[in-house]
């Protein structure tokens, strides 16, 4: 099975806590903090673009794995807040890496963006022996959020990760490694409205000197997104676990997409998963979208708390709907 080898990420400087938030709309560090755990969130700087995120990250996964980026076969880029609709986002993070003539595209599956390229790479891996596949999922979700909405304005936050994914072993013995055990990606089209950015594609149509109106922004159903983000996770993590043969005990970390730290709590009662096997670092960056399993990979990282040898489980959900979950074999 193909490898992960080498994991960077970059999470802008600017950090948003919930008492400047106090001061845009009606709400409370209270209140956010009792209904998400979330405590600060970062923030792009007004020069910074989602490839500009892109690149850091994929600069500090190809370090820590010792490659170079003309190594680099292929380039997947999940975002929910590329660039732009054209350019594609990944061709702007080539030029910015100084690499051509590789396979190099966006892909968005919101939320779940990153572990459904990951498969993509592990599909290409699996078909192609000398792929070297760049992953990267990078966001800038606070240039997507209406400020003056305090349902959704204080969730999200901008960051950025990305890994190598090849069928060769680690150039770097001491940078992240791990076997791509399993990974199950599920959706339902029904509830594709109750997470949406309305505007800005074909939908809605609009002309030159149209105001940019909350349309453009995202809009959500919180509390039956809740619902469902816990029922999805829950569901896809037993499954996955069912269709390897393992239980919990066989897990030593669990990683739930970090959205909220109450849909974390949930899937973890759910699952019956011991509270230090569950990881959570929500509180620092709030929902970066595609990119937040891989900031609490490399947060758990340098906690120490994915051991070689242990097993990792990775479970997310977002818009469309679409929900996953994966398994890594930590080497
Ligand atoms: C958004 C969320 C935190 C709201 O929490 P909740 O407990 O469901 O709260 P409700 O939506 O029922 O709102 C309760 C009240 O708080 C108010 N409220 C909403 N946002 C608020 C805020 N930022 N500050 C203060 N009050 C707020 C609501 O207006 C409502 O007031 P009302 O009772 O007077 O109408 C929660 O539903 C959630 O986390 N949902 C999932 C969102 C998510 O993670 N989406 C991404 C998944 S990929």
Same mark, same amino acid.
Not at 35 to 63: F, H
Not at 83 to 102: E, F, M, N, S
């Given at each position: 099975?193909?490898?992960?080898?080498? /994991?960077?990420?970059?999470?802008?400087? +600017?950090?948003?806590?919930?008492?400047?938030?106090?001061? /845009?709309?009606?709400? =409370?560090?209270?209140?956010?903090? @009792?209904?998400?755990?979330?405590?600060?969130?970062?923030? $792009?700087?007004?020069?910074?673009?989602? @490839?500009?995120? $892109?690149?850091?990250? @994929? /600069?500090? !996964?190809? +370090?820590?794995?010792?490659? @170079?980026?003309?190594?680099?076969?292929?380039?997947?880029?999940?975002?929910? =807040?590329?660039?732009?609709?054209?350019?594609?986002?990944?061709?702007? /993070?080539?030029? +910015?890496?100084?690499? +051509?003539?590789?396979? !190099?595209?966006?892909?968005? $599956?919101a939320c779940s963006g990153f572990i459904n390229a990951l498969q993509l790479a592990n599909y290409t891996a699996m078909a192609d022996p000398n792929a070297v596949i760049l992953v990267v999922a990078a966001e800038i979700m606070t240039r997507k959020l209406d400020w003056t909405d305090r349902t959704t304005c204080v969730l999200f936050g901008d960051g950025a990760g990305a890994v190598i994914v090849s069928r060769n072993l680690p150039q770097n013995p001491q940078g992240f490694c791990a076997e791509i055990d399993d990974i199950l990606i599920d959706t339902d089209g029904e509830f594709s409205e109750l997470i949406s950015i309305h505007a800005g594609g074909s939908r809605q149509r609009y002309s030159v000197g149209d105001p940019v109106d909350r349309n453009y922004f995202i809009s959500m159903n919180g509390r039956e997104v809740f619902k469902q983000a816990v029922r999805s996770m829950v569901e896809a993590a037993r499954s996955i676990l069912e269709r390897n043969r393992l239980s919990l005990e066989d897990i030593s970390l669990v990683i739930p997409h970090q959205a909220n730290d109450r849909i974390i709590q949930a899937v973890g009662d759910r699952l019956d998963v011991p509270v230090d096997k569950l990881f959570s670092n929500v509180s620092e960056y709030g929902n970066t979208s595609s990119a937040s399993v891989t900031l609490a990979l490399h947060d758990a990282r340098n906690a120490d708390l994915m051991p070689k040898g242990g097993r990792v489980l990775l479970t997310t959900f977002g818009g469309g709907f679409i929900w996953t979950a994966a398994l890594l074999n930590i080497l």
């Open positions: 099975m193909p490898y992960i080898n080498g /994991l960077g990420v970059y999470a802008p400087e +600017k950090i948003i806590d919930n008492a400047y938030l106090e001061k /845009l709309v009606e709400t =409370s560090d209270e209140w956010i903090t @009792s209904r998400t755990g979330i405590k600060r969130r970062r923030m $792009a700087a007004d020069d910074e673009i989602t @490839s500009d995120l $892109a690149c850091k990250a @994929s /600069l500090a !996964a190809l +370090k820590d794995c010792g490659r @170079s980026v003309n190594d680099i076969t292929h380039v997947f880029v999940s975002s929910a =807040s590329p660039d732009a609709l054209c350019p594609v986002t990944a061709c702007v /993070l080539i030029r +910015k890496l100084g690499i +051509k003539g590789v396979m !190099a595209f966006d892909c968005n $599956a």
